[in-house]
């Protein structure tokens, strides 16, 4: 039975003070492992003004049960 479901990737969103943005490379399946890593990520010192955040995002590779 297939999900009808969209997929959800988290990335996770770096924002600077003059609201610039970084997307780190690395995206993750679940929210709880985004939120893990900004909890790592925020053990280290961070600049003044820089926020973290998970951010989903529909994949566009989610039909996983289709093959060609």
């Given amino acids: 039975m ?4 969209v997929a959800l990737v ?3 969103v770096i924002a600077g ?3 610039g943005m970084v997307v780190l490379p690395s995206t993750f399946d679940t929210r709880e492992q985004c939120t893990s890593a900004v909890a ?3 053990k280290q010192p961070t600049p ?3 926020s973290v ?3 989903p995002s529909a994949s566009p590779f ?3 049960g ?3």
């Fill in 62 to 64: 989610a039909d996983e």
């Fill in 53 to 55: 955040q998970c951010v």
């Fill in 40 to 42: 790592e990520y925020q």
């Fill in 2 to 5: 297939a999900a009808s479901s």
């Fill in 66 to 68: 289709e093959s060609e």
């Fill in 17 to 19: 003070p003059q609201g």
């Fill in 10 to 12: 988290w990335y996770l």
């Fill in 48 to 50: 003044a003004g820089w």
